[in-house]
Structures are given as structure tokens and as C-alpha cells.
């Protein structure tokens, strides 16, 4: 099992910044992909960004080029730049990974970014 803990969520002005933290705690494999995602009203969950372990980052275009997603071991960071009243949103973190020959995938349980105009 697998536990994530997210902060850094709060309200800011449009082009200001925020920077959130999720801690991963349980049994996490090595070989691991972690990622944020975030919710829209009534809209499915979509990603982010997201980075493997020891691989490149992945980011939707959408925010790319204002968003860095760091890691350290079991610790995520999304450091958010710009932001646009557009990114108003919960944000999630997700730890997925395989482990013999089942598949896990655990989520945070988000916090809140606004953006204000």
C-alpha cells in the first residue's frame, strides 16, 4: 500500500506562482512513474506532467514551458509558473508501477489551486 500526502495548493493572482509537494510513503517500488493530474469541474481527470524514475519529463502542452516537475526519490514537485485562471483546478498525484506482473496505481487526495483574474 501506498499513501501520498499533496500541499502547496492555495489561492494566487494570474502570473503568480506555486509550488506543490506530494510525499510518497508505503511500499513504492523503484521502478516507479509519478505524475500530477488535475480535475476541471465535471471533466475527467488529465495529466499533468508526469516522470519516471530516472527518465525525462512528460508535460501536457497546455503547460509547458510554465510548469517543472521535479523529483527527489518518493518526493514530487510541480512547480507552477504563469499561472492563468485557466489552471484553476484540483490537482492530483499519482504513483503508478509494476510489480511482479501486477499493476498499481495510487492517488493523492488533491488540493485545491485557484487563480485568480
Known amino acids: 500500500q501506498v499513501q501520498l500526502a499533496e500541499s502547496g495548493g492555495g489561492l494566487v493572482q494570474a502570473g503568480g506562482s506555486l509550488r506543490l509537494s506530494c510525499a510518497a510513503s508505503?511500499?513504492?517500488?523503484?521502478?516507479?512513474?509519478m505524475g500530477w493530474y488535475r480535475q476541471f469541474p465535471s471533466q475527467p481527470r488529465e495529466m499533468v506532467a508526469q516522470?519516471?524514475?530516472?527518465?525525462r519529463p512528460l508535460y501536457a502542452g497546455s503547460v509547458k514551458g510554465r510548469f517543472t516537475i521535479s523529483r527527489d526519490n518518493t518526493r514530487l514537485y510541480l512547480q507552477m509558473n504563469s499561472l492563468e485562471p485557466e489552471d484553476t483546478a484540483v490537482y492530483y498525484c499519482?504513483?503508478?508501477?509494476?510489480?511482479?506482473?501486477?499493476?498499481?496505481?495510487?492517488w493523492g487526495q488533491g488540493t485545491q489551486v485557484t487563480v485568480s483574474s
Open positions: 516522470m519516471s524514475s530516472g527518465g
Open positions: 499519482n504513483v503508478h508501477f509494476r510489480y511482479l506482473g501486477r499493476y498499481y496505481d495510487y
Open positions: 508505503g511500499s513504492l517500488s523503484t521502478d516507479s512513474t
